[in-house]
């Protein structure tokens, strides 16, 4: 009876053990802790039991062989299934975006963000009378007043332009908004902080990798494949303060 007590007090802590030795070699979470702390506690209680006399072993011998039987009849089609399976799982792993996988820049009115893979830009108005819309939730009549009120900072105008020309190359009164992004083009001072954002990088960033996020950019931004001239400048003028070009 004593040996009985002292091998159910023994099985949680036995159990407790091993969950830290695995946990500790494979890194689980604390979920995966906890069902791989219950899972040896019933695996370790039912071998004491059968041990014990106190569960006939055709009781789990019966499932075993009934889940096996599954097992071998579903085989071929569960094989069949498995490269569709982890297509599938590829495919939802890139569609998430990777944080590097953006650029960010910051103007007086604008704060912007350009996908890399996808090309496509978002954007948060940080002055006046749209203060805190998102740019994706202004129409164009909204757009364009907040066009006239960016007439007074270059940067935030080209930005604005860059958008309408990348989200919505339809809008009417594109040229006009176009002809008054163009009047001024100053070459403006930039640092390695802001150079690092619109080529999404870290700050420890290899030369090779400078010149593979410009590359990457520069396909989907350059004026000839439907980009922006100004984005186009501003990815250039990146490469260059983070190359030691400029």
Known sequence: MILRLI?????????YYLAQALSSRFNFTGRQKIFVFVSLSAVLLTGVLIALGRLPIQFILAPI????????????TLIR???????????????????????????????MELNHQTGDMVGEVLSGRFIGRKLEDLDAAQVAQLFSECIEDADSRQVLQAYIERMHPDWEGNDLSREGAQRDEGTVEMSRAVALEILGLPGDATFDEIVSAHRSLMRKMH????????LAKKINRAKEVLSGEG
């Open 65 to 76: 062989g009934v889940a096996a039987t599954f097992m071998v009849r579903f085989l071929p």
């Open 7 to 15: 091998a159910l007090l023994i099985l949680p802590l036995a159990s």
């Open 223 to 230: 004026p000839d494949k439907g980009g922006s001239d100004y």
């Open 81 to 111: 299934f498995l490269p569709i399976w982890q297509m599938f799982r590829n495919r939802k792993t890139q569609s998430i975006p990777n944080s590097s996988d953006s650029s960010k820049l910051r103007t007086r009115f604008l704060a």
